[in-house]
């Protein structure tokens, strides 16, 4: 069942054009009445392009739950600029040199600006949000509000979960352990909170909200999918060329990002195979030789860990259409059908890119 | 005229001991339902200790608008969290060593880890904010939040300034610089917002609010309130004990840190000595050499630059008891006269420290 590769590209161009021109005003504004020079870099990534994929999440579940596109709007402002915020810090914890084909900033600016940077972004996030008090009333305002502290709160924990594995060189993981930092550091924030906020945002005016049950749901479903986005954005690490995804070719691999991938090969590979992989991931980045990278990642590919990684990422996101169709409820109205179908056409891009 | 060092002691010891609870048991809630090691961390620096000078401020004003403490505790709490998670940014974008005595942060864990937990407080300082919702009502929580927002925006705007004097080495600044450095980095955090959001927590239920006058006058008393708070606390780094004042002699010379006294040496120093001084400044910290730091201080006494310092602070903080008298309005209640005296003392406090 091949997805509906222009859809995606249609949705996620929209979003991202929608939310890239509220930032630009945002930051126009900041800059002429504040310190110019510290908005022209919260600029700079957000301005770099990325995929869109939160807002256009959000806009998706906004128009689902029966609303329009301006009731999220400054919502899905918001979850991009967060979004940036992190990848300024993690760009420095994770010591990644390439962010969107170009410098990383705390490579090009250092780590006291980058630091700053990115506090002043997730800042600039919480002023978008207050926007809604005009825009969707005060109550639905706070709901909102609520979502991004608990969206926040889980990332910054997953992150952790993440940063100690590194600190201690824990590389004996399970994909149950994987999948419990995936669900707290990446679902969340990619999917489960642009889900509740969009359908919180395009709830009818006035005291409509989703209930309980339903923003439950919407967990269940942003897990899964945000599990099946994140392993298929580890296999294409993995396998793709430098050109057509961004990255450095392996880029995890020399991080030594634990993937399920990389943990896979861990536990299936023999001893001195597992020995001569534990020693090159317990170098620094600087000191890893690319001959060494490039046989582990042959050798996880002979291992069978990509196609584990593959079959897994396949498993979650069927597990995700399945939920889509029984806890999101398309409107009927005609109006931006693309964006209705577009979390379904994502989760089949998924299984289309990992087969 | 003598300030009240043991009333002052007293509001201090009260609000950080409330704050102190607060933050435990929101620490020991999030530890139990979400990654407990993350925990552990966020809790180290405000369980190290701080002046309470912020929560003091916030108290003050709350008891000064008529209000109870218990209206303002929360924000007050989210105060002190936001100041602690700038303290472990600030530290890594300062490269600084120590705080309060024992090692910072990232010195001990690392930056990424220290980046993480800086904003894992931050996240729990807009948790506890939405509290005020069920405390004070929707209407109330989200001017509080919105000052939050200012009070953060003003802060990374006021470091954005710092650090980039810092990255271009630029020394040649006059106190009208400083000044507005300070304004946007200190003043906002430490004094506008405390008194700002005080008085909006102590209001009268229902939908009392200060006026958009009395709020404007809380700025003007904060500002010049808040750059005598900086130019003391400067002073005293300069010519205190490491003992007496927890921070290592001196050590705002060995981070080179632009100070008013800094500033008027490198204004009134014979070009020889303005030349050393820039050379020692130009040189990281584990560079530079401690007779040149302790000469450089001895010539900035000499130069009158100390002497400079003082008698800004003075004239910043008579100013602010003038503006005190006139725009915060102590309740006639007897309860807690120590709070709604504090403030008065505390300025008090500058003038002697500084005479």
Known sequence: MAHDEQLVARVLAQARALVRDEIATLVDRRRETGYGPLYDLVADYPLREGKGLRPAICLSAALAAGGRVDQALA??????????????????????TFRRGRATLFADRGVPVAINVGDATNILSVGKLLENVSGLGVR??????????????????????????????????????????????????????????????????????????????????????????????????????????????????????????????????????????????????????????AWLAGAMDAAGSVDHGRVL?????????DLESRVLHPSRADESADYRHFLREMLHYVIDRTL
């Open 140 to 293: 639905k305002a706070l709901l909102v509000l609520r979502e991004f502290e608990r969206m926040a709160r889980e990332s910054v924990e997953g992150q952790a979960i993440e940063l100690d594995w590194i600190a201690r060189g824990t590389f004996d993981l399970g994909d149950h352990d994987y999948v419990r930092m995936v669900y707290k550091k990446t679902c969340w924030y990619t999917v489960i909170a642009p889900l509740r906020i969009g359908t919180i945002c395009g709830a009818p005016p006035g005291t409509g909200r989703p209930t309980d049950d339903e923003l439950l749901g919407l967990v269940a479903l942003g897990f899964h999918a945000g599990v099946a986005f994140q392993i298929t954005d580890d296999v294409l690490n993995l396998v793709a060329d430098e050109g057509a995804y961004g990255k450095e070719t392996a880029g995890d691999l020399w991080e030594g990002k634990r993937t399920v991938m990389l943990l896979h090969f861990l536990r299936a590979a023999g001893p001195d195979d597992r020995r001569r992989a534990l020693a090159l991931l317990a170098l620094p980045r600087a000191d890893k030789a690319g001959d060494e990278v």
């Open 75 to 96: 919502s899905a402002t918001a979850l991009e600029l967060l979004h940036n915020g992190f990848l300024v810090h993690d760009d420095i914890e994770d010591a990644s």
């Open 313 to 321: 990422a396949q498993r979650y996101s069927r597990r995700a259409l």
